[in-house]
């Protein structure tokens, strides 16, 4: 069982910045993919930014120049670097895994849906 724990969230102000961090227990195992996803109240959780184990990274267009995500390999550590942040950023955060073989992954399978969750952490933006 793969075990996430994210820290890092808060409240900023328009144009703030904040870099969300993800401690991950071990890699899954195979090949992977960890992201970040976030979900406002009375929205769908979407995919953010994730980062497979080819260290191919996609973003979704609305943050776009604004975030970066970046996998610390050797502490097995997520990071989302939040700048230039929006009142429509605000949400709960989650940081997200799964892993499984290089055909259970293609596709962008393991990106899309991932099986091992962290608690999420909460930005606002005002």
């Known amino acids: 069982h793969v075990q996430l724990v994210e820290s890092g969230g808060g409240s900023v102000q328009a144009g703030g910045s904040l870099r969300l961090s993800c401690g991950v227990s071990?890699?899954?195992?195979?090949?992977?993919?960890m992201g970040w996803f976030r979900q406002a109240p009375g929205k769908q959780r979407e995919r953010v930014a994730s980062?497979?184990?080819?260290?191919?990274?996609v973003y979704i267009d609305s943050v776009k120049g604004r975030f970066a995500i970046s996998l610390d390999r050797a502490k097995i550590t997520l990071h989302l670097q939040m700048n230039n942040l929006q009142p429509s950023d605000t949400a709960t955060y989650y940081c997200?895994?799964?892993?499984?073989?290089?055909?259970?992954?293609?596709?962008?399978?393991?990106?899309?849906?991932?099986?091992?969750w962290g608690q999420g952490t909460q930005v606002t933006v005002s």
């Open positions: 997200a895994a799964e892993g499984g073989s290089q055909q259970y992954c293609s596709g962008g399978h393991c990106c899309a849906n991932p099986s091992y």
């Open positions: 071990r890699f899954p195992f195979g090949r992977y993919c």
């Open positions: 980062i497979d184990s080819d260290g191919d990274i």
